[in-house]
């Protein structure tokens, strides 16, 4: 037995982690040494002993306050109210420069800005056994997600005229099969030195009753991501901040991959941003339904914060204003863009992100070494929230985008009652067909359209490019 380990395990009572030892061999017990070595069981014990202590939620939520808000319609700062949630109250006043559009080609063509892409996820949900961003979604084209969001980035950098650098978070589960498909791919067009692939950290799991990390193999413990939170100390560890340093860059633009609808380094959002000196700023929508699993953006005291939809209490989130509005309106959908000084600010600071408590199913071995299914939630996942960085931030603003035109996640298998990749892809089409109808073209009913970004970015490109006189009788794809 090795006493090294022995002791490091003995005063938090985690001396169980080594029950199998005289089982394994000798490749298996070093990777279940490093393991151990690699967990602090001092922080572990902490959080396990404040698993519920997680904050009055009732009494936040009767002091939260709807955000003030921008809106996003490509025309400008809007004043009044917004034409897609218009029962909720106005949005900040028009003391800013109303020219976002070009305070953000500014900085574009200064190279100013970079992307961060969180890509952790496998395609659980989707009946797909492959990290999420390899799933085919393009309606004509089936592009996956990752080539859909890449090539934006690689349509944005051409327009600008500068590099637009990628960092890609995987999650251990994803992270070898990612790079995979990026070298099998040839980054989409995406130059090497343009992209990062970094892994985010793991937690154990720990049994709900005793505070015990959970093994789920005689030699190895039940570890699963840290949530996207994770993503500032995997940055701060895998030398990311300091490339973003290197490169001078400014500004993080960062989406979900599970959004092919994202508007990479859309200019109206970046001049808010921009003119506001927000340190961060987020996308929310109104919300389709009081209960809809998003995180809730409220003011409270006079900061920006983000209430988890399973830490705000029902009756609260069904609270409606006096025209039958819903008081807590704002959904995130998980599109934000980060000050690259102030991720650097508080990688410095252990707190700035604090751990979430998941209680879920979670298999290991028992005494006798049998692997337990169970079937009731037995077990604790430590999680961070990147959303929590908002309390934190200068400034902080909120966009409120519409989500037809940038929010059309791809979470649920197809036949789902929402977020469904069908649902995904008649957004898609609808989007491209404004577009082309917008451009002067004649769209025969019901065909799939698709544009690539690599064609035409936004309308206003396509209108430029588009042959006058175009009529479309069946299913195009414009590459």
């Known amino acids: 037995m090795n006493a090294n380990l022995q002791a490091k395990l003995t005063p938090f009572n985690q001396q169980h982690l080594l029950s199998f030892w005289d089982r394994l061999d000798d490749a298996e017990r070093k990777n279940l040494a490093a393991q ?11 959080l396990y002993r404040g698993r519920n202590e997680s904050g009055d939620f009732r009494e936040l939520a009767n002091r939260a306050a709807p955000p003030p808000a921008f809106r996003l319609d490509n025309s400008g700062l809007k004043t009044g109210l917004g034409p897609f949630c218009a029962q909720h109250p106005p949005g900040l006043s028009g003391k800013m420069d109303p020219t976002p559009f070009s305070r953000a080609e500014t900085a574009l063509r200064a190279g100013e800005v970079g992307t961060i892409l969180v890509a952790g996820g ?12 390899m799933y085919a979604i393009g309606p004509v084209s089936r592009r996956t ?16 005229g500068v590099k637009i650098p990628l960092y890609l978070m995987t999650s251990p589960a994803t992270h070898e099969e990612t790079i995979a498909f990026f070298r099998e791919h040839k980054n989409f067009g995406l130059p090497d030195e343009d992209l990062t692939i970094f892994r985010q950290g793991t937690m154990p799991a720990v049994e709900e009753a005793t505070g015990k990390v959970l093994l789920e193999a005689p030699g190895r413990i039940a570890l699963s991501p840290d949530g996207h939170g994770g993503m500032l100390s995997a940055m701060d560890r895998e030398g990311v901040l300091d490339d973003i340093e290197r490169r001078g860059l400014k500004h993080l633009f ?15 959002f970046l001049g808010y941003h921009l003119l506001a000196g927000s340190e961060l700023s987020t996308q929310v929508i109104c919300k389709r339904d009081p209960l809809e699993r998003v995180g809730n953006v409220v003011e409270v005291d006079g900061r920006l914060m983000v209430i988890e939809y399973s830490d705000l209490p029902d009756d609260v989130a069904r609270r409606r ?18 000050s690259a000084a102030m991720l650097r600010r508080l990688s410095r600071n252990a707190d700035a992100l604090p751990f979430h408590v998941a209680r879920k199913k979670v298999a290991y071995l028992d005494d006798l070494g049998n692997l337990i299914e169970p079937a009731v939630p037995n077990a604790i996942k430590f999680e961070r929230f990147i959303f929590d960085l908002l ?15 940038g929010f059309g996640p791809v979470k649920n298998a197809p036949g789902s009652a929402s977020d469904t990749p069908e649902i995904a892809q008649r957004m898609m089409i609808a989007q491209h067909r404004r577009w082309l109808e917008q451009a002067g073209a004649q769209v025969a009913e019901n065909i799939p359209v698709e544009i690539s970004p690599l064609y035409a970015l936004d309308a206003e490109e396509l209108a430029r490019k588009l042959p006058r006189g175009t009529r479309l009788e069946q299913a195009t794809y414009f590459a």
Do not use: M
């Open 36 to 46: 151990i070595e690699r967990l602090d069981f001092a922080a572990i014990n902490q």
């Open 145 to 160: 997600l990752f080539q859909i969001h890449v090539e934006k980035i690689v349509a944005a950098a051409r327009c600008y």
């Open 391 to 405: 309390p934190s931030a200068a400034n902080a603003i909120v966009v409120e985008i519409d989500p037809h035109e």
């Open 254 to 268: 960062y989406f979900q991959v599970d959004n092919p609808l994202v508007d990479i380094c859309g200019r109206e």
């Open 321 to 338: 204003n006096a025209d039958g509005s819903l008081t807590i309106w704002a959904g995130s959908i998980a599109v934000h863009l980060f």
């Open 122 to 133: 496998q395609g659980t949900r989707l009946g797909f056994d492959h990290p999420k961003g």
